[in-house]
T-cell receptor, first 112, second 114 residues
Framework: GEDVEQSLFLSVREGDSSVINCTYT??????LYWYKQEPGAGLQLLTY?????DMKQDQRLTVLLNKKDKHLSLRIADTQTGDSAIYFC????????????FGKGTKLSVKP | DAGVIQSPRHEVTEMGQEVTLRCKPI?????LFWYRQTMMRGLELLIY????????DSGMPEDRFSAKMPNASFSTLKIQPSEPRDSAVYFC????????????FGQGTRLTVV
């Protein structure tokens, strides 16, 4: 079956790095995504990685993909209080990138 | 473009009433998705359309739920009759086509059925 798992909470201090981990089950997923949801808002795409890549860096964000272990991580360098939000890992069903299987989300709290 | 627009933002209704949620996708986007978010189940895809045609409605929980897309700029999700367990945040998202790497989400409609 399809399932995306991630830890529910992460707390870090401002300036530290945050690492949010995710495991997925569908090896046919073409893309894997990280979305951010701030309170009362919709989801915002942060970054995505193509399944034949193992790393992608975008400013403070680094995505690592271990396809063998079906493990995806998001590292946020120099975490700021504005990064406090819920982060969702998602995998796409083949052929339809908007047809996403989401994890339950990791709530990131950044302490000053 | 103003992004994906959903209305209403909040809806409170009594059990048994009909509820209609509305979505205007981004102009030019051909794919539209309805998601439901609850604490227990997280985000789940209910149905998606491509070029106004429903492609996959396997996520629609039961016959009380129906969705339509009469034209490229408008979609509705209807629940009739509504039940307390339907209380959730309902998100609409759109993308240029099903293979597009980014789906843009609306702000969501928070539905409370009492």
């Amino acid at each position: 079956g399809e399932d995306v798992e991630q830890s529910l909470f992460l707390s870090v201090r401002e300036g530290d790095s945050s690492v949010i981990n995710c495991t997925y089950t569908d090896s046919s997923s073409t893309y894997l995504y990280w979305y951010k949801q701030e309170p009362g808002a919709g989801l915002q795409l942060l970054t995505y990685i193509f399944s034949n890549m193992d790393m992608k860096q975008d400013q403070r964000l680094t995505v690592l993909l271990n396809k063998k272990d079906k493990h995806l991580s998001l590292r946020i360098a120099d975490t700021q209080t504005g990064d406090s939000a819920i982060y969702f890992c998602a995998e796409s069903k083949e052929g339809s990138q908007g047809n996403l299987i989401f994890g339950k989300g990791t709530k990131l709290s950044v302490k000053p | 473009d103003a992004g994906v627009i959903q209305s209403p933002r909040h809806e409170v209704t009594e059990m048994g009433q009909e509820v209609t949620l509305r979505c205007k996708p981004i102009s030019g986007h051909n794919s539209l998705f309805w998601y439901r978010q609850t604490m227990m189940r997280g985000l789940e895809l209910l149905i998606y359309f491509n070029n106004n045609v429903p492609i996959d409605d396997s996520g629609m929980p039961e016959d009380r739920f129906s969705a339509k897309m009469p034209n490229a700029s408008f979609s509705t999700l209807k629940i009739q009759p509504s039940e307390p367990r339907d209380s959730a945040v309902y998100f609409c998202a759109s993308s240029f086509n099903p293979a597009d790497t980014e789906a843009f989400f609306g702000q969501g409609t928070r539905l409370t059925v009492v």
